[in-house]
């Protein structure tokens, strides 16, 4: 076994440790309006893209409907039309970061990342209807920017991304 098939099974056997949760289609389509509403919002006021984001609509989707995923798993108020600040999607202090299911599965901070913001790891993996999601852990952002951390896995804008396996246990969050 080499270093990066240990790598993957560690990776897995975290993922399996964390907060799993489904949507309903009625959640999911909540979660298809706000992308909707955002990507008008970007459109209309011609925003440029933040972070090196894609300006499709796919990652708002994506974005939207692990918001609503976290929100149902950790029982926090989801408002649909709250545009997050800075990376907060629940204040005070919680951001929500949502990935697909893969290899290269990690939290990702920014530089302009508050400190003491908390950011959770949202891993989507896609079924037929409804995708089912894992909330993998979860980090303050001051732990996150870490040199380590740094880099542009996949040519990705720079940040700072950190793997599940040093993620804080999500038995650990408080909301």
């Keep these: 076994m080499n270093a990066k098939d240990i790598l993957d099974a560690r990776t897995t056997a975290v993922i399996a440790g964390g907060l799993d949760v489904a949507l309903t289609m009625h959640e999911y389509c909540e979660a298809h309006w706000r992308a909707f509403v955002r990507d008008r919002k970007a459109n209309t006021y011609r925003m440029a893209p933040t972070n090196g984001a894609d300006m499709s ?59 003491r913001y908390r950011f959770v790891l949202v891993i989507m993996r896609k079924n037929l209807t409804v995708p089912s999601f894992t909330l993998a852990g979860w980090m303050y952002g001051s732990d996150a920017k870490q040199q380590r951390y740094w880099g542009s896995p996949n040519d990705r804008a720079l940040a700072y991304f950190v793997p599940v396996a040093d993620l804080r246990p999500m038995s650990e969050f408080r909301s």
């Design 57 to 115: 609509i796919g990652p708002h989707v994506m974005g939207a409907a692990g918001e609503r995923a976290a929100a149902k798993a950790l029982c926090l108020d989801w408002d649909q039309f709250l545009d997050g600040d800075g990376g907060i999607d629940f204040p005070p202090d919680i951001g929500i970061r949502t990935t697909l299911d893969g290899r290269y599965c990690r939290l990702k901070c920014y530089p302009n990342d508050a400190d």
